[in-house]
């Protein structure tokens, strides 16, 4: 399900422009507006939900889905050396937007980055 609301939802269905790298049926993969690294992506489900605590079965097997493309989404992006993921959870981690994501950060050393 969908949220009107959610800038991220709204990418999904098209709505608001973004540089979409991979797309399919369960997931969408663009480029994070503010980049943090040489790659930043933004991997979403196609399902609005805020928390991994808040994960149905439906959402949780999507999660699973996500796990397995982005290694490949990842050196097809410039990631070929590695990557880092994140996914930021609640106020103390900085969450801003409330539509659960990943985080692909790769195209050079992170460090401590
Ligand atoms: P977080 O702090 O984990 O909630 O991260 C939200 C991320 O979404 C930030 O890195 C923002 O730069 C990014 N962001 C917000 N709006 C957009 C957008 N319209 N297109 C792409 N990235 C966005
Ligand atoms: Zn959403």
């Known amino acids: 399900m969908l949220d009107g609301n959610c800038v991220f939802c709204r990418i999904i269905k098209g709505e608001i422009p973004a540089a979409v790298v991979y797309e399919d049926d369960k997931m969408c993969v663009f480029k994070d507006l503010e ?33 397995t493309k982005i290694p490949g989404i990842a050196a097809a992006n410039g990631c070929e050396n590695g990557y880092r993921l994140i996914i930021n959870q609640g106020d103390d981690a900085g969450q801003t937007v409330f539509h659960l994501h990943i985080h692909i950060l790769g195209g050079q050393p992170l460090g401590d980055l």
Do not use: N, Q
Not at 47 to 63: Q, R, T, V
């Open 35 to 67: 980049p943090k690294a040489k790659v930043h992506l933004l991997a979403v489900p196609k399902s609005h939900f805020k928390l991994l605590s808040e994960a149905g079965e439906e959402d949780a097997e999507i999660l699973k889905y996500m796990l």
